[in-house]
């Protein structure tokens, strides 16, 4: 008796007929199931599935998850368990006689596969290293994002069900809900990847579903200056003024990298010192090894229990902190995290939604307005400038490309104006005909403040690192 006759508890059939093919002792690449426009590789997602194979997936999801032990079968190597789900499967296709070839059969193996100890549609995407932003509008369109830009996909959901199942099971992995009298949720899933959806009443035409994969492996920036995101002089003196403890604001739009930055400036910290991350969903993959994580917690179903990112910097700043990561400014939270940075956490760090620099100082002069503290404006942009030292600005450009687009230092304050100055900055000079921006990296010749301080701790960059007329070669 096969190991998976036990798990479904049958007993093992001796007159079962032979299976239509043999398994296959690798999972189908994912690549196979995703039509994108630009592959030339034909595959049965280019039509999409017909309605009989649908249903004859739900039907053998729904009858395996009748017949399953599947506590038992999670215990069976991946590869095992394949092959008994596949013997399984290709009895179901005989015995339904559904006219699949051999190719068309591994497909429904791995679906019903994915369905049962996976996302399901999403499970291709997923794998697919490609991808970097999986958007769902409704269970018949998806777009998915591939070198900064969206291209459509065909996923197949059964219905609507089928797609509020999948985003059931994501988010009860982690301990929320969704439901229609709490119809949003943002969580991180198993993988790390960020999580969002909506559902109706909020979503009109069916369920939203944004996902945001990162990479296993975070990037450095060494790898940023090979994809052209900035200047290796750039990344030296940002890598050094981030070791030397000068208080960094990362700004930029949805999408352009401030989480991949602030992980790949994180390794410039020094290992002794204790780091305290917060998110809304614990997401940054931080290089050092003394990292505490902290993230919030929505309101439970009576409407209490909600723990806001206020209250873990208040929290965090009691846990002797070297410096303080928040993951996301965008509320009254950035008042206790200047409070910080001005109070022995120098170095500390934040992400915030801007689109330059100046913007990003007004958008926090605005946050500390939220917070109903009996502040001038005079008092209000004293604390932010004597708090931040630099703000890097990114941007995602017409064709996809990410850029550090401007390096800004905080210099002080005169009369009531926060005074800054550009350090770099990337210059868009055309497009080519196929759409590619065309730009250089330059220094604007201003020497930074802080590079005293620098000094003093004995790093030193080359004069022509801040020399408009030096051109340094980048990809």
């Known amino acids: 008796?096969?190991?998976f006759a036990a798990i479904l508890g049958t007993g093992s059939n001796e007159n079962a007929p032979a299976p239509i093919a043999q398994s296959s002792d690798s999972a189908v690449e994912p690549a196979a199931k995703i039509a994108i426009p630009e592959m030339q590789k034909p595959d049965r997602s280019e039509a999409g599935p017909s309605q009989t194979l649908l249903d004859a997936k739900s039907d053998l999801h729904q009858k395996i998850l009748e017949e399953v032990n599947l506590a038992a079968l999670d215990e069976l190597p991946k590869e095992q368990a394949r092959r008994e789900i596949h013997r399984y499967v290709s009895n179901y296709v005989r015995k339904e006689r559904l006219g699949l070839n051999s190719s068309e059969l591994e497909d429904l193996v791995t679906d019903v596969i994915d369905e049962m100890r996976?996302?399901?549609p999403l499970e291709p995407l997923m794998r697919d290293p490609t991808i970097n932003d999986i958007l769902i509008n409704g269970h018949e369109n998806c777009f998915a994002e591939r070198s900064g830009m969206l291209v459509p996909i065909k996923i197949h959901f059964r219905d609507e069900a089928h797609l509020l199942r999948i985003i059931n099971k994501i988010v009860s992995n982690v301990g929320r809900r969704i439901d229609e009298t709490n119809p949003l949720c943002d969580a991180r899933m198993a993988d790390g990847s960020r999580f969002n959806a909506a559902?109706?009443?909020?979503a009109v035409d069916g369920p939203l579903v944004s996902i945001r994969k990162f990479s296993k492996k975070p990037m450095d920036l060494n790898k940023l200056v090979g994809f052209g995101a900035l200047t290796p002089p750039m990344a030296e003196v940002l890598g050094a003024a981030v070791g030397g403890r000068m208080t960094t604001i990362i700004s930029g739009g949805t999408g352009t990298g401030k989480t991949t930055m602030l992980n790949a400036l994180s390794s410039f910290i020094s290992p002794h010192e204790r780091m305290i991350t917060i998110e809304d969903a614990a997401e940054l993959q931080l290089q050092q090894p003394h990292v505490a994580r902290m993230e919030t917690r929505p309101a439970n179903i009576e409407g209490g229990g909600e723990l806001k990112q206020r209250d873990l910097v208040?929290?965090?700043?009691?846990m002797r902190p070297d410096r303080v990561i928040l993951g996301e400014c965008r509320g009254e939270e950035a008042f206790d995290m200047l409070q910080a940075m001005n109070t022995g956490h120098e170095g500390s760090m934040a992400t915030i939604h801007a689109n330059?620099?100046?913007?990003a100082v007004a958008r926090l002069e605005q946050m500390l307005g939220m917070t109903g503290m009996p502040m001038t404006v005079s008092s209000i942009r004293s604390q932010i400038s004597s708090a931040i030292h630099l703000i890097?600005?990114?941007t995602r450009l017409s064709d996809g490309q990410r850029k550090v687009t401007s390096v800004a230092e905080i210099t002080g304050m005169e009369g009531e104006i926060i005074q800054m100055q550009e350090i770099f900055v990337y210059k868009r000079?055309?497009?080519?005909p196929g759409g590619k921006v065309q730009g250089e990296f330059m220094a604007t010749g201003v020497r930074p403040r802080f590079l005293d301080e620098l000094e003093a701790q004995g790093i030193s960059f080359p004069g022509e690192y801040f020399d408009p007329?030096?051109?340094p070669q980048v990809a």
Do not use: C, E, F, W
């Open 392 to 394: 890097v600005q990114l």
């Open 469 to 471: 007329d030096y051109r």
């Open 1 to 3: 008796m096969s190991r």
């Open 118 to 120: 996976g996302l399901g």
């Open 199 to 202: 559902i109706r009443p909020i």
């Open 314 to 318: 208040k929290n965090a700043l009691r």
């Open 429 to 432: 000079t055309g497009i080519l």
């Open 356 to 359: 330059t620099p100046r913007d």
